[in-house]
């Protein structure tokens, strides 16, 4: 059990802990939540020692292993499988002793070491740690690249498979899902809901949360106090708590009143779509949480723009793609005023590549754009917020996009968004992810767009800055295009949604839980206890227990195995082609005919791969009914 009492902490001349106690049991799953800035980090540091409270203490029992995700390590030279299978300290002790021990020819010690090694999971930690980085999102061909190689979020995924292949007691993460997609979040809850110890997260995404939590750590004014339950509960509890509190009742009832006018206005199409009623519940739910968030630093809305074309955009046979390198092919669409797309698909299928041609950024491979008169985007990714100008405050971005208003006008507007006070004349360099998202994403709103683009943009904010957001884009008139692995602001906001997949762009005709079960089940095509840290003994055991099982599925289990091959090879074939065809040197060393050629047969990998992965669907629902019925 974890044990805080009468914690004290000062940083910085700021009280941040005081008096503040707290009871973890063993092996609850902790979500971390609070507004940025109460000390949910430094709890973490708390926790591991690496700080200690200015009085009280902190307790752990004394021989628990802790794991922690960290966001930033030094660059090393090792490759993605090693700095994965480093997270494993047990193993690698061993390695070294048993070599060791070869050396030295000290055959009685040897023997030993073997027994214990196997009894950690030694022989298939390799796999593990595969079957981890591949979760994650790792293609075959990254495992063997160094870790200096990847980008800072790739890093941050890498550190997360260390962290997820050590065997610990407790572990602790840290934002854990900013930088994954949503095969990739997926995967990880599934992980995690079988990991035997004790977790706490920090996490801003309400969905894994409430999928992964049994209980919610809320840290407030300097106090924590934990809940029962996952995000959900402890959001409905606050806020029954909190409207007993008469000072907030008229900002409380002023949110409520606002949220269910949009519940009415989109009860009546509740027949017309499964889309829409997935939107309605969630709307439903956001006037029961209203009292919860009276206190909110975020009250802005996006404005409605003044004239709109119909239709904002039309697309008529369309290839978009980088250079040569188709991704999309033959894409019509019409995107009018009041549409509200969230755009599906697995990684690297398209997604991206659509939002930027919608924006302009990208000029499509063949077919034809054209643009309403009055159809201004106001688009929103993660290089915009790399594009500011580290040296220009908020205040300097406004003024130099309207310089006729006010400047009292202007900070009244950026408080709006939670940029108040000094913030507003803060450089852009020293402000956190974010409130650069939130500075990116005012500038948008101030310009009045009649179509907003949005492709990821809560990666950086937290659960009242998403609240805030989704409640704002309710009453927006404009055309919404949304790309997010935050489910629940794509229930909130979302009334259809667009698919890519196998090069094409369809119509996806059920909502977005299905989608998403769809999704969990082909990203753990493996079996799932396969990838957990090994414990000692453990092995032995499970394989007694699963041996008569094994047995009885074993043809179907071979068929879903030979699936499994090919999915593999196809990723890694269209892996190939894709690297291939977006190298510069292959211009210049192909013809014409032949590049041609390359993209077509892109194409057609996709479409394989697809396939394969619908007849792997197939086979796994048979093998679990075929458990289900000899368990």
């Known amino acids: 059990m974890i044990v805080a009492q009468d914690v004290f902490l000062g940083v910085s001349g700021k009280t941040l802990f005081e008096k503040m106690s707290f009871r973890i049991g063993d092996a609850q799953r902790v979500g971390v939540v609070g507004r940025n800035g109460v000390g949910k980090s430094t709890l973490f540091k708390l926790l591991q020692h690496s700080i200690e409270p200015d009085q009280g203490e902190i307790t ?22 090693d700095w994965a299978v480093d997270g494993d300290a047990t193993v690698r002790r061993l390695q070294q002793q048993m070599s060791a021990a070869e050396q030295r020819q000290q055959h009685d010690k040897l023997a030993s070491l073997y027994a214990e090694f196997e009894d950690a999971g030694g022989y298939d930690v390799e796999v593990r740690a595969r079957n981890v980085l591949t979760g994650l999102g790792f293609a075959n061909a990254d495992l063997t690249r160094a870790y200096t190689e990847f980008s800072g979020g790739w890093r941050i995924r890498l550190n997360l498979a260390q962290a997820l292949m050590c065997p610990s007691d407790l572990l602790l993460l840290d934002e854990p899902t900013n930088h994954l997609d949503l095969d990739a979040t997926l995967w990880l809850e ?101 009292p919860a968030y009276a206190d909110s630093p975020y009250d802005f809305e996006f404005p409605n723009p003044h004239r709109l074309s119909d239709p904002l955009l039309k697309l008529e046979h369309c290839d978009l793609g980088y250079d040569a390198l188709g991704v999309l092919s033959d894409i019509n669409l019409t995107i009018r005023p009041g549409n509200r797309i969230g755009i599906l698909g697995a990684n690297g299928t398209g997604k991206s590549t659509l939002i930027k041609t919608l924006a302009g950024e990208l000029m499509p491979l063949g077919g034809e754009i054209q643009r309403g008169k009055h159809a201004q985007v106001g688009y929103f990714a993660q290089h915009q917020m790399e594009s500011l100008q580290p040296r220009d405050t908020p205040l300097r971005l406004f003024q130099d996009h309207s310089p006729l208003d006010r400047e009292q006008t202007l900070r009244n507007y950026l408080g709006s968004w939670g940029i108040s006070g000094a913030m507003a004349d803060r450089p852009v360099e020293q402000l956190s992810g974010g409130e650069k998202a939130r500075l990116v994403l005012a500038l948008i709103a101030w310009q009045k767009p009649t179509l907003l683009l949005l492709d990821e943009p809560t990666n950086h904010l937290d659960l009242e800055m998403r609240l805030a957001l989704a409640v704002a884009l309710q009453s927006y008139q404009g055309a919404l295009l949304l790309v997010s692995h935050d489910r629940s602001l794509m229930n909130q906001v979302v009334d259809e949604f667009w698919l890519t997949k196998a090069g094409s762009l369809e119509n996806y005709n059920s909502d977005l839980a299905n989608y998403t079960a769809t999704r969990a089940a082909i990203v753990n095509l493996k079996n799932e206890s396969d990838t957990l840290p090994a414990e000692p003994g453990s092995r032995r055991k499970k394989r007694q227990n699963n041996a008569l099982l094994r047995q009885q599925t074993q043809a179907l289990r071979n068929q879903i195995k030979q699936i499994e091959h090919r999915i593999s090879t196809q990723s890694q074939h269209l892996k190939d082609l894709e690297a291939t065809v977006s190298d510069p040197d292959t211009y210049a060393e192909y013809a014409t005919a032949d590049l041609a050629e390359l993209v077509y047969q892109q194409g057609q990998a996709r479409k394989s791969l697809g396939g394969l992965e619908d007849e792997w669907l197939e086979l796994q629902e048979q093998l679990e009914v075929q458990q289900n019925d000899l368990q």
């Open 60 to 81: 752990l029992p004394p021989n628990w292993r802790i794991s922690q995700l960290f966001q930033e390590v030094n660059a090393t030279a090792r490759a993605a499988l």
């Open 190 to 290: 599934s992980f995690l809901k079988r990991y035997p110890g004790t977790l706490m997260v920090i996490s801003h995404d309400r969905d894994f949360l409430n999928n992964l939590a049994t209980n919610i750590l809320h840290l407030e004014h300097g106090q924590a106090r934990l809940y029962r339950g996952n995000y959900d509960r402890f959001e409905r509890t606050r806020a029954e708590q909190l409207a007993l509190a008469s000072a907030t009742y008229r900002k409380q009832q002023q949110q409520r009143a606002r949220i269910e006018a949009f519940v009415t206005r989109f009860r009546a199409k509740a027949s017309k779509a499964k889309q829409v009623q997935s939107r309605v519940k969630s709307l439903a739910k956001l006037s029961a949480i209203a």
